[in-house]
């Protein structure tokens, strides 16, 4: 089987590890891999740290489209997985989450003869203002394979009307390289030590609704200078987009108090998440992270896309002003929240070897079924 894999951002990079590990451990011989990387993130501590911590191969084909406003970037990206494809047509394209690069490919194999699996598929917020509700809504209607990574998602799916056979509830590959950075780290793996300065509270930001707009982006950050000042330190490993937007709107001198840093590799963040008293973030790959490593989070948004995060209680989704950030971390803080224990059956570290025995046998079905008649 010929299968394109598709990476651009941060999160595409966590989610395709586990896929291009089962894939060279468990299918050596049955599958046919090319993996590619779009450019989408171009700096080392965006994507190349990625590549060494997770022990991913480098990528086959990089298109290299850099930063572009949205419908340029997915345009570039569209026409040149269409000539890679001219060249070398796959028999299924995996594309992961909701980025453009997932977008781009997912739509210029729209109109080919290959198959589209999407993994993580499903996720919704019901807003198309979102960039990333518009892709992952997109990416699903050109699917052939659906993977959704919870129950909720496979919910959603179901009431989107797609067909009960093309969803596939069998894990969620972020959940995958999470259990496998953990044994990395347990073997010595990562630089930051175990004595890192406690309590402290991890903080991550990129979302555009919550840092292309100055006063969002105020509110956000005088909540974390209080938290710093006032109860535990806080650990800000910051998205190059936040900090030219802190430039931008004047904002540098919370750097001089919060002290950010840059962006960290895996290991070191999931160090750093594991021994965090409480996570504050917007990120959507951080929340069911929390939940597996049980570190209370507060969410900067309005809804969650992991619903099953707020209901064991180990997240809260606050508005985006000072006073309710403020509040809910001391909450979360204090250890006034009811925490429930959550277990999911599919997080055994296991869901790409599941998501590629699906494919594989599917390819090899339609391929019998062809050559017999
Ligand atoms: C993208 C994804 C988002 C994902 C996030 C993960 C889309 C629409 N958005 O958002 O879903 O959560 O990645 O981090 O696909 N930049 C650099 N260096 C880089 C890359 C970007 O400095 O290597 C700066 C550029 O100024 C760029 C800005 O960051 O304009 C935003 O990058 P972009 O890839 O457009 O969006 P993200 O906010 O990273
Ligand atoms: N992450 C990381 N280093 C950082 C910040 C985040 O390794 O400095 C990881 C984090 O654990 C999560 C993923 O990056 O798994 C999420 O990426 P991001 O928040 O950029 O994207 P999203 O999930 O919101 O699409």
Not at 72 to 82: D, L, S
Not at 298 to 315: K, Q, R
Request: glycine share 6%; with cysteine.
């Amino acid at each position: 089987m010929k299968m394109h894999i598709v990476a651009g951002a941060r999160p595409n990079l966590l989610k395709v590890a586990p896929l291009l590990r089962a894939a060279r451990e468990k299918y050596f011989g049955e599958i046919d891999c090319l993996f590619i990387h779009t450019g989408q993130h171009y700096d080392d501590s965006l994507s190349k740290v990625f590549i060494e911590d997770l022990e991913i191969p480098q990528p086959d084909v990089n298109f290299g489209v850099g930063s572009l406003p949205q419908a340029h970037q997915v345009g570039v990206i569209m026409e040149k997985y269409e000539r890679l494809c001219a060249a070398t047509m796959p028999d299924v394209l995996v594309v992961v989450g909701d980025t453009n690069s997932s977008l781009g490919c997912a739509l210029a194999a729209a109109k080919l003869p290959c198959k589209i699996a999407h993994v993580e598929a499903g996720l919704r917020r019901h807003d198309m203002t979102i960039p990333e509700e518009v892709n992952r809504v997109l990416i699903d209607k050109v699917s052939d394979y659906h993977f959704p990574p919870h129950e909720r998602a496979a919910t959603n799916l179901h009431s989107d009307g797609y067909i009960y056979n093309s969803i596939h509830r069998v894990g969620d590959v972020m959940i995958d390289t999470l259990i496998y950075a953990l044994r990395k780290l347990k073997q010595g793996g990562g630089s930051i030590t175990s004595n890192a300065v406690r309590p402290y509270v991890l903080c991550t930001l990129h979302r555009p609704v919550n840092v292309d707009n100055k006063e969002n982006l105020q509110q956000i950050l005088e909540a974390l200078d209080i938290i710093n000042q006032s109860h535990a330190a806080v650990v800000l490993p910051l998205h190059p987009r936040t900090h030219k937007r802190m430039l931008e709107f004047d904002l540098d001198h919370y750097m001089e108090t919060l002290r950010p840093i840059g962006p960290v590799g895996y290991l070191d963040f999931v160090a750093l998440m594991k021994s965090a008293s409480l996570i504050i973030t917007d990120s959507g790959g951080i929340q069911p992270e929390a939940v597996f490593l049980g570190v209370p989070c507060v969410t900067l948004l309005d809804a969650t896309v992991h619903p099953f995060s707020e209901a064991c209680g180990i997240n809260q989704t606050v508005p985006c002003d000072t006073d309710s950030i403020y509040k809910e971390a001391v909450h979360a803080l204090r250890g006034d929240r009811a925490i429930r224990p959550y277990n999911d059956e599919w997080w055994d570290g296991r869901a790409a070897e599941r998501i590629l025995h699906i494919l594989v046998r599917d390819h090899a079905g339609t391929h019998n079924s062809t050559t017999h008649g």
